[in-house]
């Protein structure tokens, strides 16, 4: 059987930090610059109520993995928690400040 889903290589997990301003902006600059298929994993750590409506909505939108947590985890915790979700052969991690 063939598969019209586009073999994804690369998960990117996204760590949001202590900032949570340019979350929007950066996810929507990864779809816009990123040419080769990739998976997105994003860790919402404890974001405001205004980010999580959001990132909800691009979640549905690009199809994307949200993992929501209501507490704030250490950037390494997170990280961690990204990197459960990862079944491809390279995984990229950014975190944004």
């Known amino acids: 059987m063939l598969s019209l889903e586009p073999i994804c290589d690369v998960t990117i997990v996204v760590v949001p930090r202590e900032r949570f301003q340019f979350a929007?902006?950066?996810?929507?600059s990864l779809y816009e610059n990123t040419n080769y298929?990739?998976?997105?994993?994003?860790?919402?750590?404890?974001s405001p109520a205004k980010l999580r409506t959001y990132l909800q909505?691009?979640?549905?939108?690009?199809?994307f993995q949200l993992m929501r947590c209501d507490r704030f985890l250490s950037p390494n915790q997170a990280r961690n928690l990204g990197l459960k979700q990862v079944d491809s052969k390279y995984v990229v991690f950014v975190d944004m400040t």
């Open 57 to 63: 909505t691009a979640a549905e939108k690009h199809g």
């Open 37 to 46: 298929p990739f998976k997105l994993v994003y860790v919402d750590n404890n």
């Open 24 to 28: 929007q902006e950066s996810i929507e």
